[in-house]
């Protein structure tokens, strides 16, 4: 049989690790490393790093892949994710036959944790033969934002929502809440929002020696946080953020 591991390893610190992770990396028979491009070649280095810094078991291999790139050109969103899924799904089987065959334990090492806007488990159950899955959580990206920001995430007895920069861009301010976390932008959705009221708690390369936090009213912090983005991505070729908006009366 074939297991997969899906360990979540925190948002760029490697002391997020959870002890379960170390473990679950080193029972490992082979740990897969996706390569995004050098733009993000950071991501792919944190990986080996950790790899580096916890493996103690010599039977572990490691093997890189190029993982395919979305077709950001697609008119249909949800076609153009299917598409892409299937494609990351044949990359994975690949690598997966060529460097272990069809038994064994196979890890991936995850951004943050395999079950919050990632799509490591949807395209796991698409491998054929389809594999055992196994999950390790990991610190999440909000977890990592909240805790750069030492802000609690809700308000006492209230809910809060978690959506995506298309989302409010396309939609506005969902109703029934005043707390909204914001993953996937592409751009800088808050700026579609009136900021009268709002309060923004941003951060990018969170848990990266990189990191950089910045809070305040909307109205006064959502230019800044704009130039700062954009400077960074410069910088960097790529730039991985979020950020959460309260809505204050």
Request: proline share 5%.
């Given at each position: 049989m ?6 979540g ?12 992770a ?21 991501l792919a ?9 916890v ?8 093997a890189?892949?190029?993982?395919p ?7 249909d969103?949800r ?14 089987s ?11 334990k ?23 033969p ?8 990991g ?15 809700n308000?006492i ?22 707390t ?10 808050f700026?579609?929002l ?16 990189d ?13 800044r ?9 410069e ?8 950020y ?6």
């Amino acid at each position: 049989m074939l297991t997969l591991s899906l360990i979540g390893i925190g948002c760029g610190d490697p002391g997020q690790l959870t002890r379960a992770a170390i473990t679950a990396i080193n029972s490992a028979d082979l740990v897969l490393i996706p390569r995004k491009g050098s733009a993000k070649s950071d991501l792919a280095d944190l990986r080996r790093t950790i790899c580096a810094d916890v493996l103690t078991s010599d039977k572990t291999d490691i093997a890189e892949f190029d993982l395919p790139a979305r077709d950001a050109d697609e008119a249909d969103y949800r076609k153009g994710v299917d598409d892409w899924h299937d494609a990351v799904a044949a990359a994975w089987s690949r690598t997966i036959a060529d460097h272990l065959g069809h038994e064994g334990k196979v890890a991936l090492l995850i951004w943050g944790d395999p079950s919050l806007y990632d799509s490591s488990l949807r395209i796991a159950r698409r491998l054929d033969p389809l594999p055992d899955i196994e999950v390790v959580p990991g610190i999440t990206s909000i977890q990592a934002l909240c805790a750069a920001h030492a802000l609690p995430l809700n308000d006492i007895g209230e809910p809060f929502l978690v959506t995506t920069g298309r989302r409010l861009r396309e939609g506005g301010w969902p109703q029934g809440v005043d707390t909204v976390v914001v993953m996937l932008d592409g751009g800088t959705a808050f700026q579609a929002l009136d900021p009268a009221g709002f309060y923004i708690y941003w951060g990018a390369y969170l848990g990266m020696s990189d990191q950089i936090i910045i809070s305040g009213a909307l109205a006064e912090a959502g230019p800044r946080i704009a130039a700062a983005r954009q400077d960074a991505r410069e910088r960097h070729g790529w730039i991985m953020d979020s950020y959460i908006l309260k809505r204050r009366a």
